[in-house]
């Protein structure tokens, strides 16, 4: 089975523009939830989306938002980039959203905003 | 809302000497708890997990965390360091489902 894959590695862009980030959840997983880490600091809860519906959201503002396809594929678009949007953004899939079941995490995205 | 506190931001370690990481977990009600492992340039990866049962816990490389629910403290321990431990270590409890609360994290550095 294949793992977690985010693309692209790495980003660099422009304060006020949007940015689209991609992952594939691992095999048989139909939670697929979004973190973003900033230098330095540990990873904090984006929002999470359980068979294409959002199923919670931390404290992020909406222009950050997300998607989920049939294929439990995800993407994370960030409108208006600030210079603090600058991360590493994780993605996380699970088989189902149980506080008992482990997060299967992708090597990130490291995201730049100039 | 359920969090984690991680006490030492860096631990600094000569190789085949013991370690030990602190998480304490603030909850009111029964906890999960979780150590992800963070290497460089890399993703997190599960450690090992306490759900119930048995409050000792064992990963397969060695490490192992104990469940101390009178002192609200699931610390990291591993017997003896290798360099290949260098890394990020995360201490997360889930809060709605699996939507994780992390710590900081610690930042085992093992000395040659």
């Known amino acids: 089975e294949t793992g977690v894959t985010q693309s692209p590695t790495h980003l660099i862009k422009t304060r006020g523009q949007q940015v689209t980030l991609r992952c594939s959840s691992q095999s048989g997983h139909n939670t697929v939830s979004w973190y973003q880490q900033a230098l330095g600091q540990g990873p904090q809860f984006i929002f999470q989306?359980?068979?294409?519906?959002?199923?919670g959201r931390g404290n992020f503002p909406p222009r950050f938002s997300g998607l989920q396809f049939p294929n439990y594929s995800s993407e994370l678009n960030v409108n208006a980039l600030e210079l603090d949007d600058s991360a590493l953004y994780l993605c996380a899939s699970s088989p189902g959203g149980a506080e008992d079941t482990e997060a299967f995490f992708g090597q990130g995205t490291r995201l730049t905003v100039v | 809302a359920q969090s984690v506190t991680q006490l030492d931001s860096q631990v600094p370690v000569f190789e085949e000497a013991p370690v030990e990481l602190r998480c304490n977990y603030s909850s009111s009600v029964s906890v999960y708890l979780f150590w992800y492992v963070q290497y460089p340039n890399q993703g997190l990866q599960l450690l090992l997990k306490y759900l119930s049962g048995s409050t000792l816990v064992e990963s397969i490389n060695g490490f192992e965390a104990e469940f101390n629910k009178s002192q609200t403290s699931f610390h990291l321990r591993k017997p003896s360091v290798h360099i290949s431990d260098t890394a990020e270590y995360f201490c997360a409890v889930p809060n709605t489902g699996n939507q994780f609360y992390f710590g900081t994290g610690t930042s085992l550095t093992v000395i040659p």
């Open positions: 989306y359980y068979r294409e519906e959002e199923n």
